[in-house]
């Protein structure tokens, strides 16, 4: 009756409550491991996805300085070819400003050097 489970000892009170506790504390750690393994599994996956996207912007850096340094040759190439057609158009006068640069350039170098011996 009411009063029996008044007198019931203290103890047998606190089993139940105690067995709960224990239970849960119990289940505590396999909760807590099973959710930082689901993190480890989230973390690598991110890692996996951040390495791939890596790998494909650097791919993109190289294909695009690839394409760069072709653009550039290519430009050279034409650059070089219209030089040699005016040369053999017009000869003399390709000479004469090849001369006339390259006396300038001398002039650049040679007031250059002179301004570094007085300093």
Known sequence: MLIDKVTES???LADP???SAQRMANQAPDGLAGELQDVRQQA???LNRTAEQASVLAQRGVDAVR???RQ???QALRASDGTLHYVREAPLKSMLIAA?????LMALVSLKGG???RS
């Open 67 to 69: 394409e760069g340094s």
């Open 17 to 19: 409550a105690m067995w």
């Open 10 to 12: 203290p103890n047998n």
């Open 115 to 117: 301004s570094r011996q």
């Open 72 to 74: 550039v040759r290519d």
């Open 100 to 104: 006339a640069i390259g006396a300038a």
């Open 44 to 46: 690598a996956q991110l």
